[in-house]
T-cell receptor, first 114, second 111 residues
Framework: KAGVTQTPRYLIKTRGQQVTLSCSPI?????VSWYQQTPGQGLQFLFE???????NKGNFPGRFSGRQFSNSRSEMNVSTLELGDSALYLC?????????????FGDGTRLSIL | GENVEQHPSTLSVQEGDSAVIKCTYS??????FPWYKQELGKGPQLIID???NVGEKKDQRIAVTLNKTAKHFSLHITETQPEDSAVYFC??????????WGAGTKLIIKP
């Protein structure tokens, strides 16, 4: 069974630009969640999508948004990029809720802002 | 909101010895307690989890113990091997149906 796939693996952008990251979950998983990982703040929850609806949201500004398609694939968009957005962005999929089911993570997209 | 503390931040043990990492949390509504392992260049991987109605769970060399009264749970790795070297995270659930991640413990296995 294929794991969670994130594309691209690496991305370099400049301040003010926008970026879209992609995540393909494990087949049959309907929940997709996104996390930001930085050395200073650790792993922080961005949002969760389930059956194309945002079901849960962390404390990030509106510049961070996402969506989920009918095949459960998900995209995350960050607009007006800031230097502080440099991070590893992780996607995870699960069968059910994120707070009581194992999360299966991809290897992340490393975003660098110049 | 949930406050999670993980100790120690770095743990160095001799190969073959045991390692113990402790996680304390503050939300009394927490009812799911997973541990994840993250290797360099990879995403976190679930290694063991426990639910609030169970005090201990074991899977070969790995075990998790939960003390709900004291609000802490611990990861125990016995007979450590070089491939156990990684960063380990606890991530208890909170009342907002999210996981709150600890800061991580870097485990170093000395040959």
């Amino acid at each position: 069974k294929a794991g969670v796939t994130q594309t691209p693996r690496y991305l370099i952008k400049t301040r003010g630009q926008q970026v879209t990251l992609s995540c393909s979950p494990i087949s049959g998983h309907r929940s997709v969640s996104w996390y930001q990982q930085t050395p200073g703040q650790g792993l922080q929850f961005l949002f969760e999508y389930f059956s194309e609806t945002q079901r849960n949201k962390g404390n990030f500004p509106g510049r961070f948004s996402g969506r989920q398609f009918s095949n459960s694939r998900s995209e995350m968009n960050v607009s007006t990029l800031e230097l502080g957005d440099s991070a590893l962005y992780l996607c995870a999929s699960s069968l059910g809720g994120i707070s009581n089911q194992p999360q299966h993570f991809g290897d992340g997209t490393r975003l660098s802002i110049l | 909101g949930e406050n999670v503390e993980q100790h120690p931040s770095t743990l160095s043990v001799q190969e073959g010895d045991s390692a113990v990492i402790k996680c304390t949390y503050s939300d009394s509504a927490s009812n799911y307690f997973p541990w994840y392992k993250q290797e360099l260049g990879k995403g976190p991987q679930l290694i063991i989890d426990i639910r609030s109605n169970v005090g201990e769970k074991k899977d070969q060399r790995i075990a998790v113990t939960l003390n709900k009264t004291a609000k802490h749970f611990s990861l125990h790795i016995t007979e450590t091997q070089p491939e156990d070297s990684a960063v380990y995270f606890c991530a208890p659930s909170d009342s907002n149906y999210q996981l709150i991640w600890g800061a991580g413990t870097k485990l170093i296995i000395k040959p």
